[in-house]
Nanobody, 123 residues
Framework: QVQLVESGGGLVQPGGSLRLSCAAS????????MRWYRQAPGKQHELVAS???????NYDDSVKGRFTISRDNAKNTEYLQMNSLKPEDTAVYYC?????????????????WGQGTQVTVSS
């Protein structure tokens, strides 16, 4: 089995910063693209940022220049550094990854989700 576990959410004032982490565990052969999504109340899932194994990144226009996605391939972990937070960033943030299961050789490749972590930006 493969599991994604997030941490780092919370309450922060506008202009503040938070760092989210997402650690993948289980029988992992390799991890391809890793992503962060968010869902605000009454809104659809929104792709915030993504990163390839080589470190190429993409961001939604609403977070460019404020958020930074990164990953530690040795630790099977991705991060989302969020600076200059705004009230409209308030949402449940989910990590997501394309993971190939296996030990000595690749087995099944699937898309996996974390359980979500709440980020609230409010004074």
């Amino acid at each position: 089995q493969v599991q994604l576990v997030e941490s780092g959410g919370g309450l922060v004032q506008p202009g503040g910063s938070l760092r989210l982490s997402c650690a993948a565990s289980g029988s992992i052969f390799s991890i391809n693209i890793m992503r962060w999504y968010r869902q605000a109340p009454g809104k659809q899932h929104e792709l915030v940022a993504s990163i390839t194994p080589g470190g190429s990144t993409n961001y939604d226009d609403s977070v460019k220049g404020r958020f930074t996605i990164s990953r530690d391939n040795a630790k099977n972990t991705e991060y989302l550094q969020m600076n200059s937070l705004k009230p409209e960033d308030t949402a449940v943030y989910y990590c997501n990854a394309d993971i190939t299961r296996g030990t000595t050789r690749p087995d099944y490749t699937g898309n996996y989700w974390g359980q979500g972590t709440q980020v609230t930006v409010s004074s």
